[in-house]
């Protein structure tokens, strides 16, 4: 079973749109992290929240955590094909760092 | 620039040939995480180790072992390779307890058997 469910799978968006990306868990989550994944490359970190309630937001990527613990999204505003790519949402579960199984997003012009 | 370094990008192997892959960190993390990414099924935990000479079981150790001798280097050892281990594997590190920077990733290595 996913510990960490995440919605859409897959996301095509015209460039210029917003978008949102959710991750759920069943369980509070005590340090949740979105990365960032190039096709065929590695991960690269955009953020970490750990407070209920706490949002961060770099360049046009919004990323919030909710009240409960359980929930994130990531927002992109008025998106650009340099967004695209997959998303992943972590998390420290029982101390280890376990992932959602990414959502793909193409921005086409 | 913190960095996380795998070896190898791309790798062939042939079946039930002994596989190394190498990971090193250069930012003195205590913890360190082999990860291998499939379609459809996203990151899966293979090995983690919290210190020297220690290492835990992910959720996928099964045909893999591990090894670290040294703190910045961890090596995830496939001991008779089989194509069903052909995949993408990452590796990563991060400070104990976990810093605002997060776990830093490799860029990944492409292991095929054939």
């Known amino acids: 079973s996913q510990e960490l469910e995440q919605s859409p799978q897959s996301l095509i968006v015209q460039e210029g749109k917003n978008l949102t990306i959710n991750c759920t868990s069943s369980k509070t989550l005590y340090g949740l992290y979105w990365y960032k994944q190039k096709y065929g490359e590695g991960l690269i970190f955009l953020m970490m929240?750990?407070?209920?309630?706490e949002e961060k937001s770099h360049e046009k990527i919004t990323a919030k955590l909710d009240e409960k613990k359980q929930q994130s999204s990531l927002h992109i505003t008025a998106s650009q094909p340099s967004h695209a790519g997959i998303y992943l949402c972590?998390?420290?579960?029982?101390?280890?760092?376990?992932f959602g199984t990414g959502t793909r997003l193409q921005v086409f012009p | 620039d913190v960095k996380v370094t795998q070896s190898s990008r791309y790798l062939v192997k042939r079946t039930g040939e002994k596989v190394f892959l190498e990971c090193v960190q250069d930012m003195d993390h205590e913890n360190m995480f082999w990860y291998r990414q499939d379609p459809g099924l996203g990151l899966r935990l293979i090995y983690f180790s919290y210190d020297v000479k220690m290492k835990e079981k992910g959720d996928i150790p099964e045909g893999y072992s591990v090894s670290r001798e040294k703190k910045e280097r961890f090596s995830l050892i496939l001991e008779s390779a089989s194509t069903n281990q052909t995949s993408m594997y990452l590796c990563?590190?991060?400070?104990?307890?976990?810093?605002?920077?997060?776990?830093?990733f490799g860029s990944g290595t492409r292991l095929t058997v054939v």
């Open positions: 929240l750990q407070k209920g309630g």
């Open positions: 972590g998390a420290d579960i029982t101390d280890k760092l376990i």
């Open positions: 990563a590190s991060s400070s104990h307890p976990v810093g605002w920077n997060g776990y830093t």
